[in-house]
C-alpha cells in the first residue's frame, strides 16, 4: 500500500527559507516519479517542482525557478522542497504526489496526472 506523508510546512517571513518533507512507502520499484503541487483555495493547482527518484532529473516551474530546490535522501524514501526567498504569493497547501515514471518528469508536473497522493501541508508566507 502507497503511502504518502508531508511534514515541515508552517509560518514563515518573506525572504525566509523553509523545507517540508514527502515520506514515501509501499513502491515496489525505484523508477518513479514524485512532486510537489500547491493550491489556494478558487486557484488551479500547480505543480511545484518533479524528480525522478532513480535518475534525479528534475523539473521546476518558473514561479519556484532558482528558489526551490527538490531533492531526495540517500535512502530514496524521502523527498525534500527546500524552498528559500519565500514571498507571500508562494503562500499555499503544499501536497506530495507520486506515481509510476512512464514519461518525463515535466510532463508529470504538468499534467499531474499521479495516482499517489499525500494529505497536504500547509504553508504560509506572512509577516
Known amino acids: 500500500q502507497v503511502q504518502l506523508v508531508e511534514s515541515g510546512g508552517g509560518l514563515v517571513q518573506p525572504g525566509g527559507t523553509l523545507r517540508i518533507s514527502c515520506a514515501a512507502s509501499?513502491?515496489?520499484?525505484?523508477?518513479?516519479?514524485i512532486g510537489w503541487f500547491r493550491q489556494v483555495p478558487g486557484k488551479e493547482r500547480e505543480g511545484v517542482a518533479c524528480?525522478?527518484?532513480?535518475?534525479?532529473?528534475?523539473y521546476y516551474a518558473d514561479s519556484v525557478k532558482d528558489r526551490f530546490t527538490i531533492s531526495t535522501n540517500n535512502a530514496k524514501n524521502t523527498v525534500y522542497l527546500q524552498m528559500n526567498s519565500l514571498k507571500p504569493e508562494d503562500t499555499a497547501v503544499y501536497y506530495c504526489?507520486?506515481?509510476?515514471?512512464?514519461?518525463?518528469?515535466?510532463?508529470?508536473?504538468?499534467?499531474?496526472?499521479?495516482?499517489?497522493w499525500g494529505q497536504g501541508t500547509q504553508v504560509t508566507v506572512s509577516s
Open positions: 524528480i525522478s527518484v532513480s535518475g534525479g532529473s528534475t
Open positions: 504526489a507520486a506515481d509510476p515514471l512512464i514519461s518525463t518528469v515535466q510532463a508529470m508536473c504538468v499534467f499531474q496526472s499521479l495516482d499517489y
Open positions: 509501499g513502491f515496489t520499484s525505484d523508477y518513479i516519479g
